[in-house]
T-cell receptor
């Protein structure tokens, strides 16, 4: 079975540019999560969706960040404009059903903002 | 929110040694997962274990939910076990925190040949 698929795996761009990260959850999973990993803050949840609806976006750092889930098989995380402090590894995860079931992570997108 | 503390922060072993990693959490949970982050940065699911004991090859885990801790055992360690081990929990309480995984800071394991 295919796992969570993220693209791109690596992204290097200049400050001020728009960045779009993509995620395809595991088929049949109805919860999707975006996490960010940095040296300073570790792994932290940015936003999560249930049945394509954003449930909690309290972890989104600021208005420059936005996330969408137009259908059950695709989500995007967008940063506009990007800043060097956004450099991090961004993970997408999905799970089936409610909160008590395990989350499965993609391989992450390593983002570098110059 | 829920607090997750892992110990030790760093661990250095010789190949073949056994080790125990600990995860303490501050509230009741309905999800607890152990992950291994390998040198390529991938987060590998090891166990989903909100309570009880599970084993998978050389690895096993035990969660004592009533006492709010979990242990990960690695036996006969190999160099490929090196990496960072994370514990992550989701609180049992409702509200918007329901379903959110909170990660500990991790244990960095280095296994020397």
């Amino acid at each position: 079975d295919a796992g969570v698929i993220q693209s791109p795996r690596h992204e290097v761009t200049e400050m001020g540019q728009e960045v779009t990260l993509r995620c395809k959850p595991i088929s049949g999973h109805n919860s999707l999560f975006w996490y960010r990993q940095t040296m300073m803050r570790g792994l932290e949840l940015l936003i999560y969706f249930n049945n394509n609806v954003p449930i909690d976006d309290s972890g989104m750092p600021e208005d420059r960040f936005s996330a969408k889930m137009p259908n059950a098989s695709f989500s995007t995380l967008k940063i506009q404009p990007s800043e060097p402090r956004d450099s991090a590894v961004y993970f997408c995860a999905s799970s089936s059903g409610t909160a008590h079931l395990p989350q499965h992570f993609g391989d992450g997108t390593r983002l570098s903002i110059l | 929110g829920i607090q997750v503390e892992q110990s030790p922060p760093d661990l250095i072993l010789q190949e073949g040694a056994n080790s125990t990693l600990r995860c303490n959490f501050s509230d009741s949970v309905n999800n607890l997962q152990w992950f291994h982050q390998n040198p390529w940065g991938q987060l590998i699911n090891l166990f989903y274990i909100p309570s009880g004991t599970k084993q998978n090859g050389r690895l096993s885990a035990t969660t004592v939910a009533t006492e709010r801790y979990s242990l990960l055992y690695i036996s006969s360690s190999q160099t490929t076990d090196s990496g960072v081990y994370f514990c992550a929990v989701s609180p049992r309480a409702g509200g918007t925190s329901y379903g959110k995984l909170t990660f500990g800071q991790g244990t960095i394991l280095t296994v020397h040949p």
